[in-house]
């Protein structure tokens, strides 16, 4: 069996930056319609991805109210679609300075620095995050995928489970759950969690192509080739290399 294929990987989604606007606003301002139109505004661009007219709209709120929270948090979003890391983990702290208790602005400081390779430190500010929301499922989620990536398998099987209960009809945590299973050689259950990431999203392409893997490393060849055409028929691109060793398997 090819070395690329012994073991499961673990191909963790990360639930990405806030796709809502935040508008609160922590101060009272001289003109508070002026700079909240101006946070209005960059949100509008925002949901258009014109990321640069939105953080320009940004600035402006915030040359009226330096310490409105939601226009930090909102113009920290934009620069972490942008990929400018640094500038939203500037952003979010700032949020985090005028508001401690913003549990938004933990979860997504936390997501860049997942997104960097920084584990124990998105750990630490979805850990926070959880302290002022229990019941945030996508932060569970997101924290189980850093204590995966880091070989925590317990702590993340932990968190998904816990995402799981908050949220049964979330997908992405039976998906994650299930990698964690086949990275540990849980083959039965990994393949009863992807069944029921399918349950919930029967389009999602990736877990069709993660529980073909199984299949194959269970050596049921006709499932995995199932589960290859259906990954395909969605428009997940399947490694040749994948594909070559299934059909000298299969003898198909």
Do not use: W
């Amino acid at each position: 069996m090819d070395s690329v294929i012994k073991q499961i990987g673990i191909i963790f989604s990360i639930v990405l930056f806030f796709l809502f606007p935040c508008a609160c606003t922590q101060e009272k301002q001289s003109k508070p319609e002026d700079a909240e139109s101006y946070n209005n505004r960059g949100n509008a661009y925002s949901e258009k991805g014109q990321h640069d007219q939105a953080i320009a709209a940004f600035n402006k709120a915030l040359e009226i109210n330096p310490r409105h929270v939601g226009v930090y948090h909102n113009r920290g979003v934009v620069y972490g679609r942008k990929g400018q890391y640094d500038k939203a983990t500037a952003d979010f702290s700032k949020a985090i300075e005028i508001n401690p208790k913003d549990a938004g602005a933990y979860y997504n400081r936390g997501v860049v620095y997942e997104v960097n390779h920084r584990y124990d430190q998105a750990i630490a500010d979805y850990t926070k995050a959880l302290e002022i929301n229990p019941r945030y499922a996508g932060c569970y989620h997101n924290r189980g995928v850093a204590y995966g990536r880091t070989g925590h398998y317990d702590k993340a099987i932990s968190d998904f489970t816990k995402s799981i209960e908050i949220n049964p009809g979330y997908a992405g945590a039976y998906y994650s759950r299930g990698n964690v299973h086949g990275k540990r050689g849980k083959y039965d259950q990994a393949i009863a969690d992807y069944t029921k990431a399918l349950e919930v999203n029967p389009n999602y392409a990736v877990v069709y192509y993660s529980r073909a893997r199984v299949y194959y490393l269970r050596k049921e060849y006709d499932k995995s080739m199932e589960d290859v055409t259906k990954a395909q028929s969605l428009g997940y691109k399947i490694s040749a290399e994948f594909l070559d060793n299934l059909h000298k398997a299969s003898g198909k």
